[in-house]
């Protein structure tokens, strides 16, 4: 049995309204460029907002005057007037061996500190922001843990960071992740229920891992998380296989996701996720609004078009081909 409710049935009512979606574009595949730069481009392209990992070379959460520095991309969001949420899934800002590490999963406990101490951080910086969530994930089981010490560690160190984002009014957005302990929208649900159900613990839904490993078909995803919904990433992908695509290169037929999404009322952010990309970053993101609002419902004003995209060339380098 489903453990989140299905999707209401249809008994003659009216069909909600379709509200207006608002489409971002993630930091993390855009590492080679300036935040600044990364802005003012995501700006003129017609993104209304970013989504922005909290990474060495964009807000760095470990360095020193991170209240100023935030204060600086505050007023820097304002004047591009671009909205934005909070990432934490850059892969070496805690620890330049360990991808993703330490987790809130680890065994050490000073290890597990560290990871919740940059989930403060990141609420801290959400709030002066102005963000409408911050983003976080489980991490993987550590070899010689069970799931039930994990599910606990879990829980206990999600704690204080939900905390604070009570205090601060930002709502933490968890998002199910292919590999870690907290992998569906299934994992998901488990965990509110052991925390008591918080009111600012939402969830991120990933429309690419829903493809690849949901029992229910992304747009079922979409409405089956919508109580729950904070926050949206969104690629192509393919069944069973992790890889963040480009629009066009997976199996997702994205208009009826993007109408249900709509249907939702969700009005957050819903943020191209193409960590794998950044070499030619600023490409895919001008490709990835105008296919977005190609395949989004109608809603108002018909926006300016995107920009012309300008001729890719043969990149340099392939990109990363492991797990984001």
Not at 149 to 156: M, S
Not at 236 to 261: K, N, Y
Not at 293 to 308: D, F, L, M, Q, S
Request: net charge negative; proline share 13%; glycine share 8%.
């Amino acid at each position: 049995m489903s453990p989140w409710p299905n999707p209401a049935p249809d008994h003659g009512e009216p069909t909600p309204p379709h509200h207006p979606l608002r489409f971002g574009y993630g930091t993390n595949g855009l590492a080679d460029l300036r935040l600044d730069d990364a802005l003012a481009l995501l700006a003129d392209l017609g993104y209304d907002g970013v989504g922005l990992t909290l990474d060495h070379m964009h807000l760095d959460p470990l360095a020193p005057d991170l209240s100023a520095r935030t204060r600086r991309v505050a007023q820097r969001l304002s004047a591009l007037g671009l909205s934005v949420t909070v990432e934490t899934g850059a892969r070496y800002v805690l620890d330049p061996r360990r991808k993703h590490g330490p987790s809130l999963l680890d065994p050490d406990p000073d290890d597990r500190a560290r990871r919740v101490d940059l989930l403060l951080r990141a609420v801290r910086v959400a709030a002066d922001l102005g963000a409408h969530a911050v983003h976080c994930f489980s991490g993987t089981l550590p070899p010689g843990t069970d799931e039930d010490t994990a599910w606990k560690r879990l829980a206990d160190s999600l704690a204080p960071v939900l905390d604070a984002a009570t205090a601060a009014g930002v709502p933490l957005a968890v998002e199910p992740e292919p590999g870690h302990l907290l992998a569906t929208l299934a994992d998901f649900h488990r965990l509110r229920r052991t925390l008591g159900a918080p009111d600012l613990l939402g969830v991120t839904l990933d429309i690419g891992h829903c493809q690849c490993l949901e029992p229910l078909p992304p747009a079922d995803c979409v409405r089956a998380a919508a109580p729950w919904l904070r926050h949206v990433q969104i690629e192509d992908m393919r069944r069973g296989v992790h890889d963040h695509l480009p629009f066009g290169e997976g199996e997702i037929d994205f208009p009826p996701v993007l109408a249900a999404l709509a249907a939702t009322g969700y009005q957050g952010l819903t943020v191209v996720e193409l960590p794998r990309h950044s070499h030619a970053g600023p490409h895919y993101a001008a490709l990835s609004l105008r296919f977005l609002r190609t395949a989004a419902p109608p809603h108002g004003p018909v926006p300016p078009p995107t920009p012309p995209v300008a001729p890719l060339g043969e990149p340099s380098a392939t990109p990363e081909g492991s797990t984001p």
